[in-house]
DNA sequence: TATGAATGAGTCTTCATTCAT
DNA sequence: AATGAATGAAGACTCATTCAT
């Protein structure tokens, strides 16, 4: 039976701190989410989380490291939400439809973190997203691509088929949509983004149904 | 043989104003380009342009209308890219790969006037940006994708197709490679953006093939 | 018969510079009159008047010289209007009601006009209001005064009666009404500025009437 | 014996804070008082507190609010002020002349205020002067009314007067008087604000005299 | 660790006035 | 006399960040 450690001084105080930390992330997720990027200032963070400005530097040093902070859990609840999905799924095709239904859903319904994806993964930043972080950030997301190449190979047997460029070309395909979605290109070209996930899903399972 | 017209007073001052005002949007294009949409600064334009900020105003009233004025050409230019490579093909498989090749080639070159239409075609802007004017931005759109629907329905036939929604999706996929590939993510996912958009011509002209 | 006398070059000249100053007045009236004192800006005058901004200068070294001017004009109006009033009445009684009434109406009618008064006999002007125009202006008030004045004394016999000072608290009530009024404080203290004057007037009419 | 209260951090700090506003808006009065409605902006200000301008958005949230606090504190001075006027007089005719006299005498001694007054209470500013706000500021300057009508009604008999209108006729009297004096009119027409202030108040007192 | 006051560099925008033409 | 392009100084306001406490 696993029991806890005793922790030394050091080690509680840095989970104390670290339980901080994650309070403030949750803080800053939500009025990410309410407010878009332009209106998370640190402030209404700060303000958020119960704190004042300053103390929000005891935790990340740079405003962009706190973006980069949500984009790490966004893409692992991206994750788990993929996962998810497949595994309920009941048959090979049913499973890659979901996986990538999912990925599409995650972000249709949370608009802000595919901008903030896009923001953070833009060039040079002038400070807070290290190339350290930026490789973090990656895996997170390959992880998230990799379920659904697993899913695409087990579908259509993986001799016949570049899961790798089918999977970054669908993921491509997705975030498309959403971008229209989101600038309301698609609205003004009486488009409906779940329709144009749909077709393409129905070409692509054509397209690598095994025969 | 044509000589030009003598041009009274009026004429020439209106003119030479237009005159400076395109250089000034050419200064503003080349700020955008260099220093991307944040970094476009009233007064960074002015600077460019050999003006202090305020002289800016008597050629456009507002920062968003000179964004707006960019963004014109820019459809513009996207249009006229996509009509010329359409018509030096020579079948119409070739037609519309070029149409399309040509959308993705025009963004590939200027990454910045992507996110110009994405920040200006988004919701409604505090000033500057009048619903007549996003109307005729979005025609100019329109009018692109006309163009890639024109060699859609030719190719494949009128009857088979909904070549509007064809359309609507190619343009998303283009513009999600271009979105992936300009946030570096294509790079680190060790992908091509344009043998991307080569696979999804293929897959789509084998698609579509009439038989 | 007075025939006009032949005007040589110079008069001519002077002749239309005045016209084209008058018209430039009246324009920038207009504006005033329109967008009161915050609103008329040089080019708002120009525009109205037909010039581009650097023409004002031609007649005009200042801003503050065109406000006095339609000033001078302003108080000139008022004089013509009060007299009127005072000759159109048809005893003592009712011509010191109907000058004082006609001062009020006048500028009731015309709050613009009482700001710009305001706005320009206040303090020292950093330029354009020379004291030799402060006293022109200045005189044009006193002429009107002095019709009230005279309908005082003829109403209640010059002997009892100290009429300037009368007059000047008169002046001083009309006016303190009309800016309570114009500011919205009578509104709000349910006071009608017209029967706050008539009430004036009674009393007035009261106290000097002769025995 | 008061013997200061402990008080908490939270308290101390509040304090604190309130302590530094309070500098910043005798800053902001001071510079009020010497450069006028137009003088203070919010450079002049913030330098007259020691501060940069950022720093005093800190404490107001708006260039109007600072306004309309300043203006609270003159209403509610200028209210002490007539009460304590009317608190000393010794009788029923000394307590009604004393109050008018206190007002304008508040107001001769500082003219910005009055120019305040009718700057932030004219019609509706962009921002920063809520309506809530602005009943606010009215009620206080109906309480400085009530005592002026206190007095009328005490000296001269509930029943033979309207006292409403008697003392919103007094107020614009004194208005009057003072604009007339602050744009330097009375001074050209040689005539005394005090002296017009005491011939008014010479005809109320017979006028509303009880027999 | 947390505070929160303060900074400083920045944002867009306005407008009376000047001056070469 | 008129143009009108351009200036320059100013306006209010925002916000990431620092730092003494």
Redesign the interface.
């Known amino acids: 039976m696993a029991r806890p450690l005793p922790l030394d001084r050091h080690d509680r105080q840095q989970a104390a701190r670290e339980f901080r930390r994650a309070n403030l992330l949750i803080a800053a997720q939500q009025v990410f989410a309410d407010a878009g990027l332009e209106g998370a200032t640190i402030r209404a963070i700060a303000q958020a989380a119960g704190y004042t400005p300053g103390a929000v530097y005891s935790y990340y040093p740079t405003k962009e490291a706190i973006y980069a902070d949500i984009l790490s859990h966004s893409l692992t609840a991206l994750g788990a939400a993929v996962r998810d999905a497949a595994a309920a799924a009941h048959s090979d095709e049913a499973r890659l439809r979901a996986a990538v239904r999912a990925f599409y859903d995650y972000y249709y319904d949370r608009p802000q973190e595919l901008d903030l994806?896009?923001y953070l993964?833009?060039?040079i930043r002038p400070r807070g997203l290290t190339p350290a972080l930026d490789r973090v950030l990656?895996n997170r997301?390959?992880a998230v691509?990799q379920i659904i190449a697993a899913a695409m190979a087990r579908y259509a047997g993986v001799a016949h088929l570049d899961a790798?460029?089918e999977t970054?070309?669908a993921?491509?395909?997705?975030?498309?949509?959403l971008?229209?979605a989101?600038?309301?290109?698609?609205r003004?070209?009486?488009?409906e983004p779940a329709?144009?996930v749909d077709?393409?899903l129905d070409?692509l399972v054509a397209?690598l149904r095994p025969r």
């Open positions: 994806g896009f993964f833009q060039g990656n997301l390959v691509l790798h460029r970054v070309a993921m491509c395909h997705i975030c498309g949509v971008l229209m989101n600038t309301g290109r698609l003004t070209l009486d488009s329709a144009l077709h393409y070409c397209r």
